[in-house]
Antibody, heavy 118, light 110 residues
Framework: QVQLRESGPGLVRPSETLSLTCAVS?????????WGWIRQPPGKGLEWIGN???????YYNPSLKSRVTISLDTSKNQFSLRVNSVTAADTAVYYC???????????WGQGTLVTVSS | QSALTQPPSASGSPGQSVTVSCTGT?????????VSWYQQHPGKAPKLMIY???KRPSGVPDRFSGSKSGNTASLTVSGLQAEDEADYYC??????????FGTGTKVTVL
């Protein structure tokens, strides 16, 4: 059974960098597929942040592209998200997910709330 | 890329059907058959219910069905049950490995 679990600080100061990790079990991320991040501000809808292919290619939401980096650590079977220069607008529940193709996010982490506040 | 447009709310009585629309553009919904639907209960992660417009993952009841016409996709839940009360989001492939989600619809079982 494929499982994903997000981890990272729950509070980040404005202008600093948000860093999250998604640990994957039940599937080797180096074997294939895309791995992505989605966020959901409190009481609002889902927003796609970006994906990374197992080979290393990355694709980002144009609205966030200048501040976002996704990377893979195949030795630990995990992938990470970094968002630079955060503001209160980046406060959200952040989800990691697997994209096996066909445009679907089939496995999701449980989500982690990140609050941007001084 | 702009969010796909969904009605804020929809409702139906137990046993009835409810349909949720998802309107995009010729660059996303209208151009690809990669529309997915997700169910989200409060405080929970989204769950994949429909992919490639009308396909159901294993374990999803056949009460859930999807379709598409032009730039608009639809999710229909037939034989509504209490546990179907949730938020529903559509998503579409938008080219160049980009994706876009819908604004979300709260489905209420009366």
């Amino acid at each position: 059974q494929v499982q994903l679990r997000e981890s990272g600080p729950g509070l980040v100061r404005p202008s600093e960098t948000l860093s999250l990790t998604c640990a994957v079990s039940g599937y080797s991320i180096s074997s294939g597929y895309y791995w992505g991040w989605i966020r959901q501000p409190p009481g609002k809808g889902l927003e796609w942040i970006g994906n990374m292919y197992h080979s290393g290619s990355t694709y980002y939401n144009p609205s966030l592209k200048s501040r976002v980096t996704i990377s893979l650590d195949t030795s630990k079977n995990q992938f990470s998200l970094r968002v630079n220069s955060v503001t209160a607008a980046d406060t959200a529940v952040y989800y990691c997910a697997r994209l096996p193709g066909s445009g679907k996010f089939d496995y999701w982490g449980q989500g982690t709330l990140v609050t941007v506040s001084s | 890329q702009s969010a796909l447009t969904q009605p804020p709310s929809a409702s139906g009585s137990p046993g009835q059907s409810v349909t949720v629309s998802c309107t995009g553009t010729s660059s996303d919904v209208g151009d690809y058959n990669y529309v997915s639907w997700y169910q989200q209960h409060p405080g929970k992660a989204p769950k994949l219910m429909i992919y490639e417009v009308s396909k159901r993952p294993s374990g999803v009841p056949d009460r859930f069905s999807g379709s598409k016409s032009g730039n608009t996709a639809s999710l229909t839940v037939s034989g509504l049950q209490a546990e179907d009360e949730a938020d529903y989001y559509c998503s579409s492939y938008a080219g160049s490995a980009n994706y876009v989600f819908g604004t979300g619809t709260k489905v209420t079982v009366l």
